[in-house]
């Protein structure tokens, strides 16, 4: 935060009461509008551990997490989470994701994203072929 790096926001991720990886949030140092602190210690932690599956790990943050996030820790199968302020106190101070919680809801007044649905047929071809390399039923 103090090097400009990004907002006031940084995780760890502990196992078995040792820290695995540690991020702090990077967005504007990177330009990378992902490189949230929970999103770069998934990531720090899922590759020194060689696998992504983190159920046998917990994280802390310095804050609730954003929705991204929040979907991030669940992708990563993470079944314990801490954090410190609120998406409310972050609100205050500028990180608001209200909008982002209406829009799942189904709830926002304004659309800033247009979605198309296109290609389905050559999207599910890929799909397809995973079924047949994994042995997997697609449906």
């Given at each position: ?98 909008f982002i919680y209406e829009v799942i809801r189904g709830t926002a007044l304004r659309a800033q994203l247009s979605v198309h649905q296109e ?21």
């Open positions: 935060m103090r090097a400009g790096e990004g907002g006031p926001f940084g995780a760890v991720i502990v196992r078995e009461g040792e820290i695995i990886a540690r991020a702090h949030n990077e967005v504007l140092g990177t330009n990378d509008p992902t490189a949230h602190s929970e999103v770069l210690a998934i990531r720090r932690a899922a590759s020194a551990l060689g696998r992504f599956d983190l159920s046998d790990c917990e994280i802390y943050s310095s804050c609730e997490p954003c929705p991204m996030c929040f979907a991030a820790i669940h992708w990563a199968k993470i079944r314990t989470l801490h954090f410190g302020c609120t998406k409310q106190d972050a609100a205050r101070i500028g990180f608001d994701d209200e290609s389905r047929d050559q999207a599910l071809s890929l799909f397809a072929e995973w079924e047949q390399m994994t042995n997997r039923k697609m449906y």
